[in-house]
């Protein structure tokens, strides 16, 4: 018996992103992969833009903090979100205090790595009997 053939699934939020040229190239391993799972993910990821709560301006400011956030870093969409900040009249000082904003993320990498830091060269310090270890310790105030 030959295998059955699937029917595509439909994903029509899914369409609708790739059609408005905010589909991410690095989407499409999972589309392929479970293309159901993928259209609930932007069902939910895109529910906040489609209810219409927020204005236009606000959400490209959200999706040009996300997009430029170091956790996510994705140029093509903060290049996108900009230029459509830009076309609903967004100034250049309220972009420019979006990415400041959004910098700040990165601080948590000190506010974590900071004090493991200053313990391990305290355990150091100890551990070496006290030659030389302690020279390296960060100023605490």
């Not at 996510?72 to 903060?78: S, T």
């Not at 830009?86 to 990165?106: F, K, N, R």
Request: proline content about 9%; overall charge negative; charged content about 20%.
């Amino acid at each position: 018996m030959p295998p059955r053939h699937k029917p595509a699934p439909q994903t029509p939020i899914c369409d609708a992103v790739r059609a408005q040229d905010g589909w991410n190239p690095n989407w499409e391993p999972f589309y392929r992969l479970d293309p159901q799972w993928t259209e609930k993910f932007m069902d939910m990821a895109t529910l906040p833009m489609r209810q219409g709560v927020l204005d236009a301006k606000t959400i490209e400011f959200i999706a040009i903090a996300v997009d430029a956030s170091c956790t996510h870093m994705y140029g093509p969409g903060v290049r996108r979100h900009i230029r459509m900040a830009l076309e609903l009249g967004a100034t250049q000082e309220e972009i420019a205090a979006v990415l400041q904003l959004t910098s700040v993320l990165g601080i948590h990498t000190m506010s974590l790595a900071a004090p493991i830091l200053e313990e391990e060269l305290a355990h150091a310090h100890i551990r070496s009997g006290g030659n030389g270890a302690a020279s390296h310790a960060l100023p605490t105030n």
